[in-house]
C-alpha cells in the first residue's frame, strides 16, 4: 500500500492509502539498502543554539548521504534549519515531518524535498520505527555561476515551492521508480567503498538524474520561466566579472574592485553574488585559484611556490592550507600521487 496526500485543516498533510504495484527499482532499492548500516538518528552535536544543522562538506565534493534509524527514544528532538537543499526518503515505518506550521505525513517509499531553511523536525508517535536516506547537497554541487542557464532547473524543486503545501513524492507515482533507481545508484556510488574509481563523477551523475526527475515531477511553467529569468538577469550583470576572473584569476582583486566591474556598490555585490554563485566571491575565487593549482601540479613542471604566485596566493603555506581544505590533501602530496580522500576528491 502506498499514500496520497491531502491537505486537512490545521496544517496537517494527510496521507491515505492507495494500492499499487511494488516495482523493481523498488525492491532494488530496498536490497542496496539491506546491506548497508543505518545509525541511530543523533546530530545533537552538529546543532547550533539556533537549531542549524551544519554538517562540514568539502569544497569540491559538497555532496552528503545519512542513513538514519528513528524509535520513540532514538531521535535529536527539536526544529533544526541548514543551508543545504536536502531530499527525506524513508524506507519503511511512517514519519511525521513538521515543516513550519504543516505536518507531512510519509510513508514508505515517499519522497520529501525539504524546505531545508524553515525550521522542521521528526514528530514522534506511537510505534514510530523507521530507516530514512537522507541526501543533501550545496546547491553549487549542481548549479553555480558560469554553469549554462539551463542547468538551473535542476534546483527549480527547492526554490519553486506552494505556500502550505510540501513538495512530495507518492509510492504510486509514475515517476517513483525512475527516482528509486537513481537514489539506489546514489547509494551504491556513496557506499561501501569509499575508494572506488570516480566515485564523486558517479555521485553527481546520478544525482543529477534524481533532481531531474524532480524537476520533471514539480514543474510548473511559470514559476520556472520567472526563476530563470531572475537567475539569468544575475548571470548577465556577472558577465564581465566572471570573465576577467578566468582570465586573471593570479591578479589580486578586491570586493570593492570586483563590486566595480560588476557596476554594483559593494554591500550589492556581496548579496546577489552569493545568491547567483551559491557561495562569497572569496570562496568562488579560491575555489578557480585551487582548482588551478590541482591542474598544474598534475600537468607541468613549476616548483610548488611558483604555482602559488601563479594562481595569486600570497605564498606556498597559504596555498597549503586553502588546498588541503578542499582536497584532503597537501600539493606535494597530490603531486607525488598520494590518494585523496573521497570526502574531498574531484
Not at 100 to 116: A, R
Not at 119 to 145: K, M, Q, T, W
Request: glycine letters at 8%; one cysteine or more.
Amino acid at each position: 500500500m502506498a499514500q496520497c496526500g491531502i491537505l486537512r485543516a490545521g496544517g496537517l498533510f494527510e496521507v491515505k492509502p492507495v494500492r499499487i504495484r511494488r516495482g523493481k527499482s523498488w525492491r532494488e532499492l530496498l536490497s542496496v539498502a539491506a546491506g548497508l548500516h543505518f545509525e541511530w538518528h543523533n546530530i545533537r552535536a552538529q546543532l547550533d543554539p539556533t537549531g542549524r544543522y551544519d554538517v562540514e562538506l568539502a569544497a569540491e565534493f559538497p555532496f552528503h548521504i545519512r542513513l538514519f534509524r528513528y524509535d520513540s527514544r532514538h531521535f535529536t528532538r527539536g526544529p533544526t534549519w541548514h543551508e543545504r537543499l536536502e531530499v527525506f526518503l524513508p524506507l519503511d515505518g511512517r514519519v511525521d515531518l513538521r515543516m513550519g506550521e504543516t505536518t507531512v505525513q510519509l510513508g514508505g517509499g515517499d519522497l520529501l524535498v525539504v524546505d531545508n531553511m524553515t525550521p522542521h523536525h521528526v514528530v514522534d508517535r506511537p510505534g514510530f520505527d523507521a530507516r530514512v536516506v537522507v541526501i543533501s547537497f550545496l546547491p553549487e554541487f549542481a548549479y553555480s555561476l558560469g554553469s549554462p542557464s539551463h542547468d538551473y532547473a535542476f534546483l527549480l524543486p527547492f526554490y519553486s515551492k506552494s505556500e502550505g503545501r510540501p513538495q512530495v513524492v507518492r509510492r504510486d507515482e509514475p515517476c517513483s521508480e525512475a527516482i528509486y533507481s537513481a537514489v539506489s545508484r546514489l547509494l551504491q556510488s556513496y557506499f561501501p567503498d569509499p575508494e572506488r574509481h570516480y566515485r564523486e563523477v558517479a555521485c553527481k551523475a546520478w544525482l543529477l538524474v534524481l533532481l531531474y526527475e524532480l524537476a520533471e515531477r514539480f514543474h510548473d511553467a511559470e514559476v520556472q520561466r520567472g526563476e530563470f529569468l531572475r537567475q539569468r538577469q544575475l548571470a548577465e550583470r556577472f558577465e564581465r566579472l566572471f570573465k576577467h576572473l578566468h582570465r586573471d584569476f593570479g591578479e589580486p582583486i578586491s570586493v570593492s574592485a570586483a563590486a566595480r566591474l560588476a557596476g554594483m556598490s559593494p554591500a550589492q555585490f556581496t548579496r546577489l553574488f552569493k545568491r547567483a554563485a551559491g557561495m562569497t566571491f572569496v570562496a568562488y575565487l579560491t575555489h578557480i585559484r585551487v582548482a588551478e593549482a590541482a591542474r598544474l601540479l598534475k600537468g607541468g613542471t613549476l616548483t610548488i611556490s611558483e604555482i602559488a604566485s601563479r594562481v595569486g596566493f600570497a605564498d606556498q603555506s597559504y596555498l597549503d592550507r586553502r588546498f588541503k581544505k578542499a582536497f584532503g590533501a597537501t600539493p606535494r602530496d597530490f603531486r607525488g600521487g598520494a590518494t585523496i580522500p573521497a570526502a574531498a576528491r574531484l
